[in-house]
């Protein structure tokens, strides 16, 4: 089946890391991505993983895989109040023509 | 550069209306997808077109049609709008087939 579980909320103070679980179902996916949705705005991709990679870090970003357990997670370092958005994990679908999203993680940061 | 543009940005309808949207694609991307996304979920995918064909198809009813014109922007019509319709529309355009996604604004629809 298809299906992208991601927990809806995430509140941290300024400054702290904030971590964003997502999990998947879709073994054979070969991409998974994070995108961010600010307030009355399209998607933005913030960054991505190849699956046979375990970890990718790119500034603030840490992306961490564990395929075994089909578990993926975004950590954000020095979380600063622009960081409030939503959060999307997704994978890309076997065929390659359609990305599957999670429900969102809403992530609050409080000053 | 322009990003994926897509117009109307906002629109009301009634039940039983017809709504065309459209959308233009970052330069050199010849796919192009769409998605709704209803208030508090993820973007549900729509269609994807690449090179002016239909390459997928989710789980929406046949009132949802697209189609891709060769500039490469594209247009998602839907008939016989229901109140469920009321969402989000957003359109996504990528260089090949693959799901690295650059997003326009979206296009919002209230349906009454």
């Known amino acids: 089946g298809e299906d992208v579980e991601q927990s809806l909320f995430l509140s941290v103070r300024e400054g702290d890391s904030s971590v964003i679980n997502c999990t998947y179902t879709?073994?054979?996916?070969?991409?998974l991505y994070w995108y961010k949705q600010e307030p009355g705005a399209g998607l933005q991709l913030l960054t991505y993983?190849?699956?046979?990679?375990d970890m990718k870090q790119d500034q603030r970003l840490t992306v961490l895989l564990n395929k075994k357990d089909k578990h993926l997670s975004l950590r954000i370092a020095d979380t600063q109040t622009g960081d409030s958005a939503i959060y999307f994990c997704?994978?890309?679908?076997?065929?390659?023509?359609?990305?599957?999203f999670g429900a969102g993680t809403r992530l609050f940061v409080k000053a | 550069d322009a990003g994926v543009t897509q117009s109307p940005t906002h629109l009301i309808k009634t039940r039983g209306q017809h709504v065309t949207l459209r959308c233009s694609p970052i330069?050199?991307?010849?796919?192009v997808s769409w998605y709704q996304q209803v208030l508090g979920q993820g973007p549900q995918f729509i269609f994807q077109?690449?090179?002016?064909?239909?390459?997928g198809r989710g789980n929406f009813p046949d009132r949802f049609s697209a189609r891709q014109f060769p500039n490469y922007s594209s247009e998602l019509n839907v008939n016989a709008l229901l109140l469920g319709d009321s969402a989000l529309y957003l359109c996504a355009s990528s260089k090949g087939n693959t799901g690295e996604l650059f997003f326009g604004e979206g296009s919002r629809l209230t349906v009454l």
């Open positions: 330069s050199g991307h010849k796919s």
């Open positions: 997704a994978e890309i679908y076997t065929g390659g023509f359609k990305t599957i």
């Open positions: 077109y690449y090179e002016k064909e239909e390459r």
């Open positions: 993983i190849f699956s046979n990679m």
């Open positions: 879709d073994s054979s996916s070969t991409y």
